[in-house]
């Protein structure tokens, strides 16, 4: 059997929209809630959309 020394590498830039209810704010950490999780983010992660 040869060895393969192929890599193969995934890159992905993309925008997702997930809709939780915000739990708390710490400093510059958002506590979000989708489904049973509590989901820390970081504030400067954040898109402002100015729309």
Do not use: R
């Not at 060895?3 to 890159?11: D, L």
């Not at 708390?24 to 958002?30: E, G, K, L, R, Y």
């Not at 970081?42 to 402002?48: H, K, L, R, V």
């Amino acid at each position: 059997m040869a060895n393969q020394s192929e890599e193969k590498k995934i890159s992905v830039n993309s925008t997702i929209s997930l809709k939780g209810i915000v739990k708390a704010i710490f400093n510059d950490t958002v506590h979000v809630q989708i489904g049973g999780k509590v989901i820390p983010i970081p504030a400067s992660e954040f898109a402002i959309d100015k729309n």
